[in-house]
DNA sequence: AGGTATTGTGTGGTCCAACCACAGCCTAGT
DNA sequence: ACTAGGCTGTGGTTGGACCACACAATACCT
């Protein structure tokens, strides 16, 4: 069994990113002079560059100047997103898996935290307060996505942050299509913001334990009233 | 911006998917077909097709008969672990945010589990007495990776034994460097076997915490035993 | 009639040669 | 000195050709 053509090529741009021939932000070489070296055509070159541009690694754009060309990038998010969306849509994960990988990760990462300067608080605060200021489900949600994000960040691993939002993002149109079903998005709302401020509060003490369960609870109760995982019992 | 000719056929293909018009197991049209009905060339189409392929979505072969043609299948790890691979090598992400990762999704896994039928520890214990069988560093490893992944998998999430399998694949050829140079393997694996059996004695007690906390200790000593990541203190 | 080569057919895999759209650069003309 | 136009090289797309493959149907010989 021969390698196949557009593999050998993510081989070779492999290779030179672990020999560090090639590092962030460089620019590889055009896609006619990349096949002319490898010895097999553009079409497989691009098949390649196309591959390692949906794993996050390389973006390419046309044109001309220092923005053009396929240049090495660090976007872990873009596959682990669309795969996950992906896979949620032919029902190899679920809905549930998802929302339980999310609770492990955000209880993690609040665990992780101790004794932070004060002022680290202060974008999730104003996610808080922007939250207060909107009725509308959607927007609600995005800055709740937002917020949760922020606070995972703070534990400062860029997998688990990554993989943080990724898991959001593969859920998100089943939590938007599930929010106009909700049965009294007012009461949801005031007890998710209530819930949000006491989570900051147990940072702020620096009580991870008690973050960590908080959080818990704030993100299964809106799953089971949003049906998206099943009541318990 | 118009989307590119690629991305409307994922976006066909995905939309098929979410409809149910395609299932797992399900072949796609032909490639001819496929670009001819959405009116864009056979290039084209193949990107997508490769793009759905190193999502874990796609499968296809060439040939004829039933195991021919482009197929719906469901393999979350193959995006997860070529994307990570990749990303460390662009020192993207690093190999102690991957430990740390892993110490998490064991730390829940094993927390998860309560009160498990006696039998479901076998396969693990068959891979500690295969453990015990060999000396050779690389053949100890591999069936570590499989013991860890076993035990993971108790805890019945398959998108964390996604994650897990990967996040172990992703550094694997750091493991692999580090194991020559280490200073005594003996006694190191002594350790491991013993370490092991442990975590599964706690494991069949059903003593979720003490597990969690014996994985953790046992992760974090040998990487740091390899040198992939710093000592304490 | 049974088994065995042979051909046929449709699949994905690869290649080539052209052309398009784009964006910066450079030059000619004012 | 400035502006408008063309130049050049980038990725994006296309059509058509051919290959390797694997199965299915057929023809063939025994």
């Known amino acids: 069994m021969t390698a196949q053509a557009y593999e050998t090529v993510i081989e070779e741009i ?24 490898l010895g097999v055509s553009r079409t497989s070159v691009r098949e390649a560059i196309r591959v390692l541009s949906t794993l996050g690694i390389i973006r390419s754009a046309p044109g001309s100047g220092p923005s053009a060309g396929a240049q090495v990038i660090a976007d872990p998010e873009i596959a682990l997103s669309a795969s996950l ?77 990554a993989i943080m939002s990724s898991l959001r993002a593969s859920i998100e149109s089943y939590v938007l299509d599930a929010a106009p079903h909700l049965e009294d998005w007012q009461a949801i709302a005031a007890r998710l913001r209530a819930e949000h401020r006491a989570i900051v509060a147990a940072i702020g003490e620096g009580d991870g334990d008690r973050t960590a369960s908080l959080a818990e609870g704030h993100i299964l109760a809106f799953a089971r009233d949003a049906g998206l995982i099943a009541q318990p019992g």
Chains 1, 2 share one sequence.
């Open 85 to 161: 969306r992906l896979h949620v849509a032919v029902d190899s994960l679920s809905v549930g898996d998802v929302i339980d990988a999310r609770v492990m990760l955000e209880s993690w990462a609040y665990r992780q935290l101790e004794q932070l300067p004060d002022d680290v608080l202060a974008p999730a605060r104003e996610l808080l307060d922007a939250m207060d200021a909107t009725d509308d489900p959607v927007e609600f949600h995005h800055i709740d996505t937002q917020f949760h994000l922020e606070l995972v960040r703070l534990a400062g691993n860029p997998l688990v942050n």
């Open 14 to 37: 492999e290779s030179m990113i672990r020999s560090k021939r090639l590092k962030l932000g460089d620019r590889l070489e055009g896609e006619r002079v990349l096949a002319d070296r």
